[in-house]
C-alpha cells in the first residue's frame, strides 16, 4: 500500500470565516439512499442501475439493462433487507448525523443559519427533492457535503451532477475528505473497540473492507481506490504498530473484473492463517445493507465455516462526535468557499494520473 503524505492534523488551514448574519446556509448531504420497504426495492435497483455512472451503456439499452437487473436480484434484495427489518436504514441513520451537525456547527457558528437537507441518489428522499427543500426554506447559498469520504465518479460525481441538474443556488462543493484526522480517529476508535469486545486478542489482522469497482473504472482515471488507501495509512498509524492491516474491497455484482482482493477471499486467506480478524467498513459512514448483512451474516458465517479465532466488526461512524466534528470542519471550510469545489486540503488533493478527481476536469475546462 502507497500514500502521499498528507496533513496530520486533517485540514491545510483553518479558514478565514467572514460571516454575514442574514445567510442561510442549506448543507446538503449526499448519499446513496436505500428502500425504505419491501415495495421499494426494485424501483430503488432499476434507478442505481439505469444511472449512467454505474451503467455506461446508452438509451435505451441502459433502460433496459436496468429492467432487467432490477428484476432478477429483486427477490434476493427483498430477502437481504427482511433482515433489517424490510428495508434500508440509511435515511434515518443519515438523519441523525444531520441532527448533530446542525447541532455542532450552530455551536461553532451561531451567527450564521444552518440546515441540512438529506438527498439521496436512488430513493427518496431524492436529490431534487432537497434542492426544493433547500428553496422553500429560503437558502441563500448551500455547502455539497457528500458522506463518501473518497471521490468517485459513481458515487460523488453522480450526486453532484444530479444537483446541478436540480438546483442554481451558489453552493460550494467538498469533494472528498479521505485522510482527515478526525475521519481517521473515528474509524480507529471504533476498531479498537472491536477488539476490545473480542477480549483483545494479541496481534488482530484488520481487514479494511471498503465497497468495491469495476477496475475499468479506475483504469479510467477514478481516483477512488487510491482515496482508499489514504484513509487506511491514515488509520493505520493510529493503530497498534504490531497489528497486521490488509486493504480489500466486497460487494461485486456483475461478471466485470473488479478492484481486488475481496474481502471474502481475504476471509479465506485468514482461514488458512488460521488468523483472526477485525473488519473496518473504511469506506461506509453508516449502517446499511453492505455491513449489516454482507459483513455482519453473510462474511461473519464464512468465518464461522472456516473456524477463524474470532471475526470482529467495526461500527461505521455514524454520528459519533468525532466524525460529526470533522463533517463541522469541513463546512466551515466550505462557508468561507461560497461556489468553490475543495478537498479536505482546501485544494486539489489526488495526484495527476488520477484524470476523473473533480479538480482534473475543472482544470480541463480553464484550458
Known amino acids: 500500500m502507497s500514500a502521499i503524505p498528507v496533513e496530520d ?18 448543507i446538503i448531504l449526499f448519499n446513496l439512499g436505500g428502500p425504505g420497504g419491501q415495495d421499494a426495492v426494485r424501483p430503488f435497483l432499476f434507478n442505481l442501475f439505469n444511472d449512467r455512472a454505474i451503467i455506461g451503456a446508452p438509451q435505451p439499452l441502459r433502460f ?4 432487467l437487473i432490477s428484476r432478477t436480484r429483486a427477490k434476493a434484495a427483498k430477502a437481504n433487507y427482511a433482515l433489517m427489518g424490510g428495508g434500508s436504514p440509511i ?35 431524492f436529490v431534487k427533492d432537497a434542492a426544493k427543500a433547500a428553496e422553500a426554506w429560503g437558502a441563500t447559498d448551500a455547502i455539497l457535503l457528500p458522506l463518501y469520504p473518497q471521490f468517485s465518479s ?16 451558489s453552493s460550494a462543493t467538498i469533494c472528498c475528505y479521505p485522510a482527515g484526522a478526525q475521519l481517521a480517529q473515528t474509524h480507529a476508535n471504533a476498531i479498537m473497540e472491536a477488539w476490545r469486545k473480542a477480549d483483545e486478542p494479541a496481534r488482530p489482522r484488520v481487514l479494511f473492507s471498503a465497497h468495491g469497482l469495476p477496475q475499468r473504472v479506475v483504469d479510467r482515471g ?9 484513509t487506511v495509512a491514515a488509520v493505520r498509524k493510529l493503530l497498534p504498530a504490531d497489528w497486521e492491516a490488509r486493504i480489500c474491497y466486497q460487494s461485486r455484482v456483475g461478471p ?112
Open 91 to 125: 435515511v434515518p441513520e443519515t438523519q441523525k448525523q444531520a441532527g448533530a451537525l446542525e447541532a455542532e456547527i450552530a455551536r461553532r457558528i451561531p451567527n450564521v443559519t444552518f440546515k441540512c437537507f438529506l438527498a439521496m441518489r436512488y430513493w427518496k428522499p
Open 64 to 67: 433496459l439493462i436496468a429492467q
Open 256 to 367: 466485470l473484473k473488479w478492484i481486488g482482493p475481496s474481502t471474502e477471499e481475504e476471509i479465506q486467506v485468514a482461514g488458512r492463517d488460521r488468523a483472526g480478524v477485525i473488519v473496518s467498513p473504511i469506506a461506509f459512514v453508516s449502517e446499511h445493507i453492505e455491513t449489516l448483512v454482507e459483513l455482519d451474516i453473510e462474511y461473519a458465517q464464512l468465518a464461522r465455516e472456516l473456524e477463524l479465532p474470532f471475526y470482529a466488526r467495526a461500527a461505521a461512524p455514524g454520528a459519533a462526535k468525532s466524525f460529526v466534528d470533522g463533517l463541522a470542519e469541513l463546512v466551515e471550510l466550505g462557508l468561507d468557499a461560497p461556489g468553490v469545489l475543495q478537498s479536505e486540503t482546501g485544494g486539489k488533493l489526488c495526484p495527476a494520473r488520477w484524470g476523473l478527481c473533480p479538480h482534473a476536469a475543472d482544470e480541463g475546462k480553464k484550458h
Open 222 to 230: 477514478d481516483p477512488y481506490q487510491w482515496q482508499v488507501e489514504q
Open 9 to 26: 492534523s486533517g485540514f491545510a488551514r483553518k479558514p478565514n470565516l467572514r460571516i454575514m448574519t442574514s445567510r442561510r446556509v442549506a
Open 154 to 169: 459513481t458515487t460523488t460525481a453522480s450526486s453532484l451532477k444530479a444537483w446541478k441538474q436540480a438546483s442554481s443556488l
